[in-house]
């Protein structure tokens, strides 16, 4: 049996280290915003090379809390992948906004910044590009778009904590970044966590009143705010995660490099293809088939977990019903959706369970 995802290897790793995370916040008697998350920030901050980091409830609330400070709202658009998870639209329509989806570049995953340029109006407000399965997107020219046309960028980096664009770490190329703890993420809490990076001062300011009921001093609301906050116990596990987020991720890499080698040249299968201008994590390995249902049959029969991220854009689903953008509106995102298949990853994968893998992968597909 090999599962996609095997969680409690990292919990017998790190047990020593977590379970004294987890005795020091109870015994503290202190469990919302205080010195471990404080702590978590400023390491977290470090991590990415950004002047502040602001903890928050989980991903989703980051990227939506983000477009908030900013005050965006009815009548903005804000371009976001056409391939991507739901969550980067959500937190765009949960303002207000309007989704204006641009579809990947021709080898995928990632939003392609020619197609950007094509869909950028006199509303555009700001970009949300998404680093899918841990590849970091096309950055720089995305940057040169926006300082061109005065917009503002967020990056997605729900998938890609750690990534690099030419040695800077994603969350720190934009104007914001917007990290994602979940559990199953390259860093992930034991429970739902999100946090903001940014060299914005005062973006930082407004987040950490809007995560708070709109309040700087007790009992005293300057705003309308939300209850959005990575909790003491989230925040003391994320620090034991951080210190090995680097190791973790070399490990991923050499996971996905053996998957690379022993899964060439099989006619019709796609590997992933890491883009030359950065480094991905490797959140997800994801390869392309056309005969996937027949491939995940064979592995599910074989014991091996694989999943689809994701089987259905968000354009098709029922809660974009009303955009009225039905099948064919963004045809490269739906055919990624129809033929990509992510086979097990993980940091703690032994070599010899990719060979199996592999091996499944091969006798499924080729042919004697
Ligand atoms: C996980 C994820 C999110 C949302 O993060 P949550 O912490 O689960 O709210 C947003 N965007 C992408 C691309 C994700 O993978």
């Known amino acids: 049996m090999i599962p996609f995802l095997d969680m409690k290897a990292a919990y017998a790793e790190l047990k020593p280290e977590l379970d004294a995370a987890y005795r020091r916040v109870m015994e503290s008697g202190w469990f919302v915003l205080g010195k471990e998350v404080e702590a978590f920030e400023a390491e977290y901050a470090a991590f990415c090379g950004t002047r502040h980091c602001v903890g928050l409830g989980n991903g989703l609330e980051a990227l939506e809390l983000v477009l908030r400070a900013w005050d965006l709202g009815p009548g903005d658009e804000v371009i976001v992948p056409s391939n991507t998870y739901i969550a980067t639209w959500l937190a765009v329509t949960a303002v207000g906004a309007a989704v204006i989806p641009v579809e990947p570049t021709p080898e995928g995953p990632n939003i392609d910044p020619d197609r950007i340029a094509a869909a950028i109006t006199s509303r555009t407000r700001a970009i949300m590009p998404v680093h899918l399965y841990g590849e970091p997107a096309d950055m720089d020219a995305i940057m040169v778009l926006a300082d061109k046309h005065g917009l503002k960028v967020v990056e997605d980096v729900a998938q890609a904590q750690g990534a690099k664009v030419r040695n800077r770490r994603t969350g720190a190329l934009g104007h914001a970044g917007a990290h994602s703890f979940f559990p199953t993420k390259n860093i992930g809490a034991y429970g739902d966590g999100g946090a903001v990076t940014t060299d914005d001062a005062a973006l930082a300011d407004r987040l950490r009143t809007l995560r708070n009921y709109g309040s700087k001093v007790k009992y005293v609301n300057i705003e309308r705010g939300f209850n959005s906050r990575l909790d ?137």
């Open 232 to 368: 003491e116990m989230q925040a003391a596990f994320l620090r034991v995660k951080l210190k090995v987020l680097d190791a973790w991720n070399e490990r991923r890499r050499r996971v996905a490099a053996r998957y690379d080698d022993r899964l060439a040249g099989i006619p019709g299968f796609g590997l992933p293809r890491a883009p030359q201008w950065g480094e991905s994590v490797w959140h997800l390995y994801v390869v392309r088939c056309a005969r996937r249902k027949e491939l995940m049959a064979a592995l599910d029969r074989a014991g091996i977990g694989s999943l689809i991220h994701y089987p259905i854009p968000p354009h098709l689903q029922q809660a974009y019903a009303d955009l009225r953008q039905g099948r064919g509106t963004f045809p490269l995102a739906e055919t990624l959706a129809d033929t990509v298949l992510s086979l097990p990853m993980s940091p703690h994968m032994p070599e010899s369970a990719v060979d199996e893998v592999a091996a499944v992968v091969r006798r499924t597909l080729v042919s004697d």
